[in-house]
């Protein structure tokens, strides 16, 4: 069973550029294809992006993908997500999410283990 634990959430100013980090308490964090969520307030969890085991494939939300880029180091058991030109409206709790599946997955059915979240807010 692997452990995911977001950091690098805040408070941010509306323009700026987010950047979260998930850490893997197991190797076999390599293994995994990775998802990133959000919920903001009163709003259910969506899908952000997506990634591959390997790195090679990513998945993005459509009406985010001009704004993210979602990436991975496996040798450091670590993905990260990148959003820029942040908006008040991107004010979510962003989760990290580890799939059993052979596939990059949009649905958070898919995943079975979760990070805790970092909150993030962005103020105009």
């Known amino acids: 069973q692997v452990q995911l634990v977001e950091s690098g959430g805040g408070s941010m100013q509306a323009g700026a550029t987010l950047r979260v980090s998930c850490v893997a308490s197991?190797?076999?964090?390599?293994?995994?294809?990775m998802g990133w969520f959000r919920q903001a307030p009163g709003k259910e969890r969506e899908f952000v992006a997506g990634?591959?085991?390997?790195?090679?494939?990513?998945y993005y939300e459509d009406s985010l993908k001009s704004r993210i880029a979602v990436s991975r180091n496996n040798a450091k058991n670590t993905l990260f997500l990148q959003m820029n030109s942040l908006k008040p409206e991107d004010t979510a709790v962003y989760y990290c999410?580890?799939?059993?599946?052979?596939?990059?997955?949009?649905?958070?059915?898919?995943?079975?283990?979760w990070g805790q979240g970092t909150q993030v807010t962005v103020s105009s």
């Open positions: 999410a580890a799939t059993e599946g052979h596939y990059i997955s949009a649905r958070e059915h898919d995943y079975t283990y």
């Open positions: 197991e190797r076999s964090f390599s293994t995994y294809n």
């Open positions: 990634i591959s085991w390997t790195g090679e494939n990513t």
